[in-house]
T-cell receptor
Framework: GPKVLQIPSHQIIDMGQMVTLNCDPVSNHLYFYWYKQILGQQMEFLVNFYNGKVMEKSKLFKDQFSVERPDGSYFTLKIQPTALEDSAVYFC??????????FGPGTRLTVL | GDSVTQTEGQVTVSESKSLIINCTYSATSIGYPNLFWYVRYPGEGLQLLLKVITAGQKGSSRGFEATYNKEATSFHLQKASVQESDSAVYYCALSITGGNNKLTFGQGTVLSVIP
């Protein structure tokens, strides 16, 4: 089936640094999402994105977070600066219309 | 806010036995709940197993079934005879029609099927 790719699979950075997580969504999809899962906890919605704009963001989507998809390339999540509590697995998803979201394998972010 | 509860964190079942994984939900957002089961097999990404968007309807896939019970606010996952290849993590999830398609997930249930 359609695949969503995420690069890198694991990122280790020092607190205060900037990090960009990359997502290669399914080619004809129009809606894009980021979810966050802290170890041992539920996967939680961060943000969704359509037509170049953020549609909705949760309270977990702090001011230090930003998303973009320049020129239809990767859908990115940038965190600047990072904090210890940002350590988690971040999942990207995309969908053509509503309902069925296709998920990537996740990027494990470790902030030291 | 909306929430999804899976009461079992881990379930172990012998091959060919029946399975039920419980899921209940609470939807406080304005709009109509849509219900999903996602599965993550070892080493793979999350994938949709089945979805039901109309109350009273049943969804099925790969021998699994779940019925959208609006009165009980439940969406339990069942299978009559599990196989070792069904070992995975199962997530119940909810979205709201008109709610920007964001998913609210349960905690996940690790299913181990022993031969």
């Amino acid at each position: 089936g359609p695949k969503v790719l995420q690069i890198p699979s694991h990122q280790i950075i020092d607190m205060g640094q900037m990090v960009t997580l990359n997502c290669d969504p399914v080619s004809n999809h129009l809606y894009f999402y980021w979810y966050k899962q802290i170890l041992g906890q539920q996967m939680e919605f961060l943000v969704n994105f359509y037509n170049g704009k953020v549609m909705e963001k949760s309270k977990l989507f702090k001011d230090q977070f930003s998303v973009e998809r320049p020129d239809g390339s990767y859908f990115t999540l940038k965190i600047q600066p990072t904090a210890l509590e940002d350590s988690a697995v971040y999942f990207c998803a995309s969908s053509f219309l509503s309902y069925e979201q296709y998920f990537g394998p996740g990027t494990r972010l470790t902030v030291l | 806010g909306d929430s999804v509860t899976q009461t079992e964190g881990q379930v172990t079942v012998s091959e060919s036995k029946s399975l039920i994984i419980n899921c209940t939900y609470s939807a406080t957002s304005i709009g109509y709940p849509n219900l999903f089961w996602y599965v993550r097999y070892p080493g793979e990404g999350l994938q949709l197993l089945l979805k039901v968007i109309t109350a009273g309807q049943k969804g099925s896939s790969r021998g699994f079934e779940a019925t959208y019970n609006k009165e009980a606010t439940s969406f339990h996952l069942q299978k009559a005879s599990v196989q070792e290849s069904d070992s995975a993590v199962y997530y119940c999830a909810l979205s709201i029609t008109g709610g920007n398609n964001k998913l609210t997930f349960g905690q996940g249930t690790v299913l181990s099927v022993i031969p």
